[in-house]
């Protein structure tokens, strides 16, 4: 843990606390169907001509049953519209390597997975999908999962702010102003950057470059069908193959880029994602991709303070988002840092620390930070492989997503997650000093707790019913004598669990960075995980629409002595507190079988 | 009813709208503007040789097995380097198949620079990176691969490591990262003394 980590690191707070208001002011205009933005004269033309196409009529809103019914009926056509691309991509244009057909369950798990922000990956960006695959069928949930998110906290905090009113706006308005006022001009500036760091933005077909130092590797032989030959020793016959060329990979990159970070959403053009030089080359670039992860969850806390009269509820409401995080970059930090004491016997210098799976160029603290940061949020691009990290480093992007992934958080999502949490530790507060609980006026009432406590449920179940039902099926878990997963090749032991636990937290809590080391690609997992990911956005999405419609209309009671303050580092205090103890509560018993196993087992020396 | 069926056939046109701006107009504006204002790393970075054949990208480490080459880091990516199958080893840190391979790696590393049979290796130069890509390693690293390098080739120390501090990338803006030597560029930079 170094100097010029801790600068970096004061650095990115500092910057992070600089931009939350000014982007919670936009956002208050943005969100407001009347509101005014710098950008009018330019986007106000489009905007209307898209509320003409559309046949939308932005004056009126909608209940939250109409909110919620529109939600679900874009998201599922939007998802058939990538379906149908994927599964046609081969005869679509835009396809110069001639990528093929995507088999049914991957097209519908990556379909499911970029629909609800998650971005979970079972395939390899640059080896699977044509540029217009990439280009239309996934850059446009990069987008508009985005937007839907953060209607749906505005249509939460209006729930809140609102009294005896029957609307939470329109999701309509809320979708196209999001993506056109908040979305695509900071991505056109941050395309441009990218660009200028190193970033390719081309339709050419991929490079073949030839290289200074062939070199000669050893291939199993085939024979003219394609088929492996096998030795009459029954082993495959291997043939020296001389490497002469590398492919270079191209493509329409930081027009994705810029929406798959600031979006929250982290599905990587290549499979390598934002570890991949092309698509992360600089550490400046690095830099602001952290950032722009951030940016709009840290400006809705501002918006949420505002919104609801009680700017001190939103400091509040960032401190503790903020107290988590510091909390797990550095846990993270330190543990990378410290290396893996195995190596270290082996005569590897400890003061690199954890370089497996890291790039130089990130070093050790850019990793762990990129690493908590994505899975505070619910993004998921990784400039690391997490799968390498030591087990206690690992443990901590892990635990992030089973908090609910509400330090900071997906945009949008993030904040309506922490409203559920502040809606418990309201509840909680209230029951220890023995009062109906109170929060910013309202009444939390029975149907409100259930609505909440609806939504910790879904995740739990989710991460851990799947969990535990691919470590007990022969789909998950193939061989029960070796206990080797899917493919045979990865993790076995205890980090073989924690990729199943991993993949499905991912998916559940729609954040989509993976132990990559388990090969998903297969029917049974790319459906479950599918599912995992479509209950985690809409069985959460709907209980909190309809919390939102309960608040808004009941009515405000005045503020009394026994009203508990929304506001100060009481709440605060209470507010991690509550996020710790549920997440603590559900999930660590699985992870003290995982990673926490590990961290031992690694220091007595013991190998899978 | 009748309203599922309306906001429906909104969706429907919603989603051919966004398309539109955000799939077709957005990317090409950022081509177009990136093209004009970036060629040279819109296109990849590419680095061609004099009879004007592509040799690489400044971002992709490419393989060098060679003695009189800087060798780049161990990678996962296909075969070794393979640019259109980025990946990591995705091994956990209690993996024998992660252990035997690094302790290869150290002994290789070792024989090679011809280091003491206990001296300590950099940690980037036994382990792979995150996308089997990475154009980089530490300086720590390149410093010990200069004696080999320069005696294979025959040139002097001193002008083998002012090669390796003009193929070092430092952090960016002298803050951000970490600083490391763009091995492909280095390796290029090698022959062309050579030829001169």
């Known amino acids: 843990m170094n100097i010029s980590g801790w600068i970096q690191l004061i650095l990115f707070t500092s910057i992070l606390l600089a931009i939350t208001k000014p982007l919670g002011l936009f956002l208050i205009q943005v969100l407001d169907a009347n509101g005014k933005t710098f950008l009018d004269p330019v986007i106000k033309p489009l905007e209307k001509l898209t509320y003409k196409l559309t046949g939308v009529d932005p004056k009126k809103e909608h209940d939250w049953k109409q909110y919620a019914t529109a939600m679900l009926l874009f998201s599922l056509v939007s998802m058939l519209f990538t379906y149908v691309i994927l599964r046609l991509q081969a005869v679509l244009p835009l396809n110069p390597q001639k990528m093929g057909v995507i088999i049914e369950h991957l097209a519908f798990n990556t379909a499911a997975s970029f629909t609800t922000n998650t971005n979970w990956q079972s395939y390899g960006g640059e080896s699977t999908m044509s540029y217009l695959s990439q280009m239309v069928a996934l850059a446009l949930h990069n987008f508009v999962s985005a937007a839907v998110g953060i209607g749906i906290a505005a249509a939460l905090v209006r729930g809140i702010a609102r009294h005896t009113a029957k609307t939470i706006g329109n999701f309509w308005v809320d979708l196209v102003r999001s993506t056109y006022y908040l979305l695509l001009p900071i991505c056109l500036v941050f395309a441009i950057f990218l660009i200028s760091q190193g970033m390719i933005q081309n339709f050419k077909p991929y490079d073949t470059a030839s290289l200074a130092d062939p070199y000669t590797i050893q291939v199993a032989k085939v024979d003219d069908a394609g088929n492996a030959v096998n030795g009459p020793d029954g082993k495959p016959v291997m043939v020296d193959k001389t490497i002469d060329t590398q492919t270079i990979v191209q493509g329409p990159m930081a027009s994705q880029i810029a929406i798959k970070m600031l979006g929250t959403n982290g599905g990587g053009y290549t499979n390598a994602n934002a570890a991949h030089p092309y698509e992360n080359p600089t550490p400046l670039s690095n830099f602001l991709q952290m950032l722009a992860i951030f940016a709009i969850p840290s400006g809705l806390t501002y918006y949420l303070g505002r919104m609801v009269k009680n700017q001190g509820h939103g400091w509040a409401v960032w401190a503790a988002m903020f107290v988590i995080f510091l909390g797990g970059v550095l846990v993270c930090w330190h543990y990378e840092a410290a290396g893996n004491p195995i190596l270290t016997q082996f005569g590897v210098d400890p003061a690199g620390g954890n370089m497996e799976g890291k790039e130089v160029r990130f070093g050790i603290f850019n990793s762990a930070l990129f690493a908590t940061i994505t899975t505070d949020a619910s993004c998921g691009a990784v400039n690391a492989m997490h799968d390498s990290f030591t087990p206690l480093g690992g443990l901590v992007p892990l635990l992030n997503i089973e908090l609910g992934e509400i330090i900071f958080g997906g945009v949008g999502a993030g904040l309506y997650g922490i409203l559920i949490f502040i809606i418990i530790a309201v509840f909680i507060a209230g029951l220890m000093v023995g009062r109906t609980p109170e929060f910013l006026g309202k009444k939390i009432e029975p149907y409100d707790i259930k609505m909440a406590s609806l939504v910790i449920l879904v995740l739990a179940f989710s991460i851990l019913g799947f969990s535990a039902w691919a470590c007990m099926s022969k789909w998950g878990l193939p061989d029960p004598v070796t206990h080797q997963l899917t493919d045979g090749t990865n993790n076995n032991g205890p980090h073989g669990f924690t990729e199943i636990l991993y993949a499905y937290s991912s998916c559940t809590g729609n954040n989509g960075s993976a132990f990559a080391g388990i090969g998903t690609n297969t029917p049974w997992y790319n459906t479950t995980l599918g599912f995992a990911t479509l209950f985690g956005r809409f069985a959460m999405i709907v209980p909190i629409l309809a919390l939102a419609g309960s608040l808004a209309r009941k009515k405000r009671v005045p503020e009394s002595a026994g009203t508990f303050p929304a506001h100060g580092p009481l709440f605060t205090l209470l507010l991690v507190g509550t996020i710790l103890i549920v997440g603590a509560l559900t999930f660590f018993p699985a992870l003290a079988l995982g990673p926490i196993v590990e961290h031992f087992l690694m220091h007595a020396g013991k190998l899978f | ?196």
């Open chain 2, 1 to 196: 009813m009748k309203t599922i069926f309306k906001e429906t056939l909104r969706a429907v046109m919603a989603t051919l709208v966004l398309a539109v701006i955000l799939c077709g107009i957005y990317p090409v504006v950022i081509y177009g503007i990136g093209q004009l204002l970036f060629p040279h790393q819109a296109n990849g970075s590419l680095i061609e040789s004099n009879d004007r054949r592509i040799v690489g990208s400044e971002w992709l480490g490419q393989n060098f097995t060679s003695a009189k080459y800087f060798h780049p880091r161990p990678s996962a990516a296909g075969s070794g380097y393979d640019a259109s199958n980025s990946s990591g080893t995705n091994l956990g840190p209690t993996s024998q198949k992660l252990i035997d391979a690094v302790k290869a790696a150290v002994a290789q590393y070792r024989t090679e620079n011809n280091l003491p049979a206990d001296a300590l290796v950099p940690a980037d130069a036994v382990t792979s990176s995150a996308s089997g890509l990475d154009p980089h390693i530490s300086v720590q690293n390149a410093q010990l691969q200069v004696a080999r390098v320069s005696k294979v080739r025959g040139l002097s120390i001193d002008a083998v490591k002012a090669a390796v501090d003009k193929a070092t990338d430092g952090p960016s803006l002298g803050i951000f990262g970490e600083a490391g030597v763009n091995v492909l560029k280095l390796n290029l930079a090698l022959d062309n003394l050579a030829t001169k």
